[in-house]
């Protein structure tokens, strides 16, 4: 059972904007600006799309934004596209766990 | 090229032992800490545990701890995931990654190792 809780699947038309929430506590996500979110296509390794909740790293589409409010952390993905259809994770540092990061349980994405 | 590039594919017998390898090349091995995590087939993300190359800290996911055992080689710039006795369930793909600190995000990953457990 993950931490953090994802919608198990989403899916929206070519064109069209999604959100993914990620819904955690005060003491991980709605405690820090270190929320992730990462894509992974099938038979593929994570990719980091955001990180500190907003940011994209360098050669990612500006059509991924991230933000939160509270405990709850999200993803929007604007002007769908066939290839984003993939799973997506949200991770959260956690300064009350061991390893200093939760995962979220993912969400499949279908571009119909 | 920044990257991590981990061993292939294995297929073993419940029981047998097993160490996989992941490669950094292109950046400072011992200033990074790398994680092992774990994807069970159709399943999320789970870390297994983490270490720091430059002085082998070692930090296990109470899920994984006794299980498995983690290790770096400064030498070679290499980290690896260790089984003594495999068990049908570890039968999963296993991802290294790496992260700068506690708060950063894994921002590199190796492609992937997948480990077929058969009883």
Request: with cysteine; glycine share 10%; aromatic share 12%.
């Amino acid at each position: 059972q993950s931490v953090l809780t994802q919608p198990a699947s989403v899916s929206g038309s070519p064109g069209q904007s999604i959100t993914i929430s990620c819904t955690g506590s005060s003491s991980d996500v709605g405690g820090y600006n270190f929320v992730s979110w990462y894509q992974q296509h099938p038979g593929k390794a994570p990719k980091l799309l955001i990180y500190d909740v907003s940011y994209r790293p360098s050669g990612v589409s500006n059509r991924f934004s991230g933000s939160k409010s509270g405990n709850t952390a999200s993803l929007t993905i604007s002007g769908l596209q066939a290839e984003d259809e993939a799973d997506y994770y949200c991770s959260s540092y956690a300064a009350s766990t061991i390893l200093y990061v939760l995962f979220g349980g993912g969400t499949r994405l279908t571009v119909l | 090229e920044v990257q991590l590039v981990q061993s292939g594919a294995e297929m073993k017998k419940a029981g047998e032992s097993l160490k996989i390898s992941c490669k950094g090349f292109g950046y400072s091995f011992t200033m990074y800490w790398i994680g092992w995590v774990r994807q069970m087939p159709g399943k999320g993300l789970e870390c297994m545990g983490i270490i720091y190359p430059r002085d082998s800290q070692t930090i296990y996911s109470p899920s994984f701890q006794g299980h498995v055992t983690i290790a770096a080689d400064k030498s070679s710039n290499t980290a690896y995931l260790q089984w003594s006795s495999l068990r049908a369930s570890d039968s999963a793909m296993y991802y290294c990654a790496r992260r700068d600190t506690a708060m950063d995000p894994w921002r590199l990953w190796g492609q992937g190792t997948l480990l077929t457990v058969s009883s």
